[in-house]
């Protein structure tokens, strides 16, 4: 693209507390409407880039997040992909590092910037992190290399003082502006004075101008099993049994491990003989699962658990959402689950 271009952003506004208000009754903070956000940031006209929008109906609380919303904002990028240098997501927290996750599984072979941000505060509020999250993500998403093509060609979610890679992250705060975190892997971009990217560590796995391979099914039978010290057989045994049930992510304990006892193993056993596809991933914020390290680690994978490495438990479910929705079959979604597809697993 020539260097005079004007960058082309489109806006896609989900909700989420950047644009919320408060209900003078209850005063409670709902969804507002997208002018409304855009009143709040005059500055955005003085930003050179030709910005368009588009809105979901009703814009959401993210906890009202699912997959059909997932596949409204990828049909979004998807029909404007060769229109625009690139996409900024406007999105509550809450559910964030999830909505990052799928997307970058839906978007194979992206090759431009899916920039998501949000704030913790309004953007009518007169302490907002919302104007500068949004112009930041604005300019990321316009920022280009040396070759002018886009210096950002992968989902990420910028927040406060960084760019992290979507698939890598992980909401930390609940009230702090420093909200997200990625614990396996470095910042893509620190924002100080300069916006300075962390170029070694962007990802390059795509050619620049491959076409998009999109996919729009998410298939949700899939579930978190989370171990702690004294949950019980019937518990277990009834979540694995449950209808329908094609991939658990279980998170387990330290590297990778579980309890020794042999009912566990058993359960775990069964279910996988029936099919299922039980993930081992760790309840530790940051390292990997090491199935070799520990006796009681090693037993799981005996039984046919899948080592998770480093993938965060948002990558881990939505990657099995992804990959069922593809319609595979068990054994092959055990092959991808411990693949690199887009940069979610070292
Ligand atoms: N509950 C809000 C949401 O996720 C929180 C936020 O945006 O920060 O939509």
């Known amino acids: 693209m020539s260097e005079q271009r004007r960058p082309k952003i489109l806006m896609i506004y989900t909700g989420g507390t950047i644009g919320m208000k408060e209900n003078p009754v209850t005063k409670a903070l709902e969804p507002f409407d997208f002018n409304h956000l855009l009143d709040n940031v005059p500055k955005l006209k003085k930003l050179d880039y030709d910005i368009s929008h588009h809105q979901f109906r009703t814009p959401i609380d993210s906890s009202d997040m699912n997959p059909e919303h997932w596949s ?3 049909r979004v990028i998807a029909d404007n992909y060769e229109v625009y240098d690139g996409f900024v997501v406007l999105h509550g927290t809450d559910t964030m590092a999830y909505t990052a996750s799928a997307l970058s599984f839906m978007l194979q072979r992206l090759s431009k910037p899916v920039i998501i941000t949000g704030s913790q505060l309004p953007i009518g509020e007169v302490r907002t992190d919302g104007e500068e999250n949004l ?10 290399d ?7 060609r992968e989902v990420a979610i910028l927040f406060e003082n960084y760019l992290w890679r979507g698939n890598r992250s992980t909401k930390k705060s609940a009230d702090n502006f420093d909200a997200f975190r990625s614990n396996n892997y470095p910042h893509l971009a620190k924002i100080g004075l300069d916006i300075t990217f962390n170029k070694d560590v962007l990802w390059r796995g795509t050619v620049f101008g491959e076409p998009l391979d999109v996919h ?3 298939d949700t039978n899939v579930v978190y099993l989370d171990l702690f010290p004294g949950i019980q057989e019937n518990i277990i045994r009834s979540v694995l049994n449950i209808e329908g049930l094609k991939g658990v992510v279980m998170k387990t304990f330290g590297a990778g491990n579980g309890p020794s006892d042999p009912w566990f193993g058993e359960a775990i056993r069964d279910a996988v003989n029936r099919g299922l596809v039980i993930m081992n991933i760790t309840q530790c914020a940051n390292g990997e699962v090491d199935p070799y390290r520990y006796m009681s680690g090693l037993e799981l994978a005996q039984t046919g ?6 993938l965060t438990s948002e990558a881990a479910i939505t990657k099995l959402m992804y990959l069922f929705g593809c319609d595979m079959k068990a054994e092959q979604v055990k092959k991808y689950m411990q693949t690199d597809l887009c940069g979610e697993m070292s």
Do not use: E, F, W
Not at 305 to 310: E, F, K, L, N
């Open 146 to 152: 040396s070759d002018g093509k886009p210096m950002v």
């Open 305 to 310: 658990v899948v080592p998770g490495h480093d």
């Open 216 to 218: 729009y099914a998410m």
């Open 135 to 144: 112009i930041t993500a604005l300019q990321i998403a316009a920022a280009r």
């Open 72 to 74: 409204h904002i990828v």
